[in-house]
């Protein structure tokens, strides 16, 4: 589905939250986040499908039945009738944010942190347990780590820990000293013309 914007995002984070909410114990937390990412999943790679349960040239009504015949039964109750709520809303362009806002839900209730580490080199085994032991000790929650290769980095990682950016490789640090560079060759060529113009 297509992005939304900030405040796409916050009402996903409140449709999340009654979802969340009404499932009461671990396990159906689980069951039902497990249910609406599939149906994101099967939505995002039904183009049609998706065209059809975002479009406003599609009917309420029309979108309501379809979606009645297409979940209920197959899907638990409690879900079929969340989508039939953000369909009544005109919300349903939000499905894909709402499922990332409950996992977040999901991950905290857990104790749990998302973490995404990207380094020039795979990860060996005891740098990824020093990993994830710093993380633990960071953030005071278990980090769910996901892995990823990038050859340009030179070395070093960039990490991203749920929202926050943490850079700490070669290629980055190297930009940022060349563009220090520039900036003050700039100041310093701005002063001489100033100096030649004044003179």
């Known amino acids: 589905m297509n992005p939304v914007d900030d405040i796409g995002i916050a009402i996903a984070a409140v ?13 159906d937390r689980e069951e039902t986040f497990a249910e609406l990412r599939d149906l994101v999943d099967y939505v995002n790679h039904m183009p049609a499908f998706e065209h059809y349960l975002v479009s406003s040239s599609v009917d309420v009504e029309r979108r309501r039945s379809t979606i009645e015949s297409a979940l209920r039964g197959k899907a638990s109750d409690l879900l079929t009738d969340f989508v039939q709520v953000l369909n009544h809303k005109g919300r349903l362009v939000l499905l894909e944010q709402v499922r990332e806002q409950y996992r977040l839900l999901l991950e905290a209730a857990q104790n749990r942190v998302k973490a995404t580490v990207t380094t020039a080199t795979p990860l060996s085994e005891d740098a990824r347990a020093s990993l994830i032991d710093t993380l633990k000790s960071y953030t005071g929650a278990d980090p769910v780590l996901t892995e990823s290769v990038d050859e340009q980095l030179i070395g070093g990682m960039v990490l991203r820990i749920g929202d926050r950016k943490i850079d700490f490789c070669v290629a980055s640090r190297l930009k940022k000293y060349q563009e220090s560079l520039l900036a003050r060759a700039t100041r310093e060529l701005q002063g001489g013309r100033r100096f030649f113009q004044e003179g």
């Open 15 to 27: 449709y999340a939250k009654a979802l969340f909410c009404l499932s009461p114990t671990e396990a």
